[in-house]
């Protein structure tokens, strides 16, 4: 059996990729986040595109019928609150209002 390795980043085949989408990777993207595959030089990313090619996607479908409301209504909405990292406190030297 012939490997065909398509990026050579992270050792990720053809056959790896297309195993992703059959199981519902749509996207380069959603690959990535399956195999780590085009995230690290990205040289990889249009041979993923070409692979996964135009074939049955259901978000895509939703999008090519002019369905786009379910599309973003399908979005993941993040409802975390924004966290406040505060700023380390200053322990040496003297501030400005001392040097003057």
């Known amino acids: 059996m012939n490997r065909v390795y398509v990026c050579s980043c992270f050792g990720i085949t053809d056959k790896q990729v297309k195993e992703h989408a059959e199981a519902g ?8 986040s399956a195999t780590k595959a085009g995230t690290d030089c990205g040289s990889c990313v249009r041979t993923i595109q070409g692979l996964l090619g135009r074939g ?26 924004p966290v406040l990292i505060a700023e380390p406190a200053l322990t040496a ?4 209002a001392d040097v003057a």
């Open 56 to 81: 049955a996607c259901p978000r895509r479908e939703l999008l090519d019928t002019g369905r786009a409301a379910a599309v973003l209504a399908a979005e993941p909405v993040l409802t975390a609150e």
């Open 25 to 32: 990777a749509c996207t380069p993207r959603q690959i990535a």
């Open 93 to 96: 030297g003297p501030m400005l």
